[in-house]
């Protein structure tokens, strides 16, 4: 069963750094494809970056170069690692699980993001 818990959100200045956690509470993680997805005020869910089971990584071109993302699979847990944090960054972040075998995808709660002075 996969459960997301994800934390480490917060107020941050403009060029800041935060880093996200997202653990999942399963037994298969290092099989799992993760990713997170972030959501503003008024706008879709859009993708952040994504993580494959083999460690291939993506990311939105609004974020290439100032996000990573990682996991450690014996901690069961994706990393965002956010610098350079501009105010249009400022969303709901989620992290977001595709379990291939099934073909099912689980979302954790979402964690805020709020870069401003």
């Known amino acids: 069963q996969v459960q997301l818990v994800e934390s480490g959100g917060g107020l941050v200045q403009p060029g800041g750094s935060l880093r996200l956690s997202c653990r999942d509470s399963?037994?298969?993680?290092?099989?799992?494809?993760m990713g997170w997805y972030r959501q503003a005020p008024g706008k879709q869910r859009e993708l952040v970056a994504t993580c494959t089971s083999d460690g291939t990584t993506n990311y939105a071109d609004s974020v290439k170069g100032r996000f990573t993302i990682s996991r450690d699979n014996a901690k069961n847990t994706v990393y965002l690692q956010m610098n350079s944090l501009k105010p249009e960054d400022t969303a709901v972040y989620y992290c977001y699980c595709f379990v291939a075998n099934v073909r099912r995808d689980y979302w954790g709660q979402g964690t805020q993001v709020t870069v401003s002075s």
């Open positions: 399963g037994s298969a993680f290092s099989l799992y494809h």
